[in-house]
């Protein structure tokens, strides 16, 4: 089974973004063959600084390795570093109804946030999506809830194309992600964490004293209990579905051991939020230890990153020439 996914590089890795995307990722690297690539060309779509940008994209790919995707067993790559990327898009242009892009939900978000600078890629965005995928000729595609429009358009592409030129594509699946645990806000426990605002992020890279410190003074609700109440605890509830995703242990345990019920060290009484968090700040310092390591090893590492990427792009590129050279054939060109 081939599997391909891509981040874009807008941002540092949060627990929202780590749990949710590529801790599932990580367990797909073991049972397929799995492509996960640095969608650099889509963050274009939005202004970005040419001063920093290059840094941002390596950033990325350091992140994606620092948090477990393991070189030996998939493929990362950077995806303006195969141009096939870019030629299929146009081709697949030339089949792409102008409706099917204007409905896009992202489309009609981002052109309103970026209401002065609509640029015609935030348009063709999800173009160039079906031609990463296609170029592969994939299975499946790991993605939140959030692409599921992105991939039916890749899908009617794909069968669009093979309609009116012959099979050529592989017609891929979504693979919804597990959104059962949606991370919130550490400042607003009712809107989702997102780097679009990293003052309310938790970062998987954070040094110790920032955790404790973002932890320490995340937004907590009236009351005393340390109790899974969403609706009526949206702070506490957050705060204890991120120590039970981290810890591996679940709510119902956790719950009892910050009650006193729960055990010798809170001599029966029940546990302070303060305590609560002070358990959580120790746990996620020591869990999330190691990816802070192998992100310091990795940035001192360069090299070694850049061999990773360019044994990467060498892989993809040798797929996604054999995909472009039938196609090349099938549409007239040469
Ligand atoms: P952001 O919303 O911070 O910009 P991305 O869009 O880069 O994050 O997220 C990539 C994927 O990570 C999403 O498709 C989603 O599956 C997952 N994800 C992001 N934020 C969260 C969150 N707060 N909780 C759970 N999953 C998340
Ligand atoms: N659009 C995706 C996102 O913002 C990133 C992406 C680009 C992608 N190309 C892809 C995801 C191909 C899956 C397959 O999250």
Redesign the pocket.
């Known amino acids: 089974m081939r599997i391909l996914s891509g981040?874009?590089p807008?941002?540092s890795m949060?627990i929202?973004?780590y749990?949710?995307?590529v801790s599932q990722w990580k367990k797909l690297q073991e049972t397929g063959e799995c492509f996960f690539f640095v969608a650099d060309l889509h963050a274009l779509t939005v202004p970005q600084d040419p001063k920093s940008f290059s840094a941002q994209v390596m950033q990325t790919a350091i992140e994606l390795i620092a948090a477990g995707l393991n070189p030996e067993k998939c493929v990362i790559f950077i995806q303006s570093e195969v141009k096939e990327h870019t030629e299929l898009c146009w081709l697949l242009n030339t089949i792409t109804p102008l409706g099917e892009l204007e409905r896009m939900t992202q489309y009609k978000d981002k052109s309103g946030q970026f209401k002065d600078s609509i640029n015609a890629g935030l348009l063709n965005y999800p173009i160039l999506q079906a031609a990463d995928i296609l170029l592969y000729q994939v299975d499946s595609v790991p993605?939140?809830?959030?692409?599921k429009q992105h991939l039916e358009l890749t899908k009617n592409l794909a069968r669009k194309f093979n309609q009116k030129y012959g099979k050529t594509f592989n017609v891929p699946e979504p693979l919804m992600?597990e959104?059962g645990?949606?991370?919130?806000s550490l400042q607003n426990p009712k809107k989702?964490?997102?780097?679009?605002q990293p003052e309310t992020c938790l970062f998987l890279f954070d040094e110790p004293d920032v955790i404790k410190k973002k932890i320490m003074s995340a937004v907590t609700d009236t009351g005393k209990a340390i109790k899974y109440d969403p609706e009526k605890k949206p702070g506490i509830a957050n705060l204890l579905t991120i120590y039970s995703l981290i810890g591996q242990k679940s709510i119902k345990e956790l719950e009892k051991k910050f009650s006193a019920r729960g055990g010798s060290a809170l001599d029966g009484k029940d546990a302070s939020y303060a305590q609560f968090k002070m358990a959580l700040v120790k746990l996620l310092v020591e869990k999330l230890e190691p990816f802070r390591l192998k992100k310091k090893e990795l940035l001192a590492r360069e090299v070694y990153v850049k061999e990773i990427l360019e044994r990467g792009r060498k892989r993809a590129q040798i797929i996604a020439a054999g995909t472009m050279q039938d196609v090349r054939k099938k549409m007239g060109l040469n």
Do not use: F, N
């Open positions: 981040i874009q807008t941002g949060h929202g973004s749990l949710g995307a993605v939140g809830e959030d692409q992600l959104t645990a949606k991370i919130m989702k964490m997102s780097k679009s």
